[in-house]
């Protein structure tokens, strides 16, 4: 459980949410811009399932002999994805954290 008391979190995690939502999601009152982290968290969750397809996919091909790409072009494509994917689920842990920041808000403003 995040200490969401200290200044120093609170401030962090308003920049994530000028990165995470857009300008005017973020005028929106906390229990909507909740609603709009949802539908981003989702997003997420496809964008990480397309990146296993695709490495799947490539890997199949690659292993099976299907493609006539070289060792190297796999794994660069490989390397590719799988930051990729480190990175969405970066974003992913960040939008986590934001929502249980603004269900906290909720609580303690009411």
Known sequence: ???????????RLQSYLTIH???DELSLPESEQLDALQKKKRN?????AVNIAA?????????????QL???FFYIIF?????NMGLIFYQKNQIDELLEFLQ?????EN
């Open 21 to 23: 939502l857009k300008k």
């Open 79 to 83: 390397a590719v994805f799988t930051i």
């Open 104 to 108: 906290w808000k909720i609580q303690h």
């Open 70 to 72: 070289g060792q190297t």
């Open 44 to 48: 997420k969750w496809i964008q990480l």
């Open 1 to 11: 459980m995040t200490d969401f008391n200290n200044s120093d979190t609170q401030e």
């Open 55 to 67: 490495i799947l996919f490539f890997g199949y091909s690659f292993y099976f002999d299907i493609t």
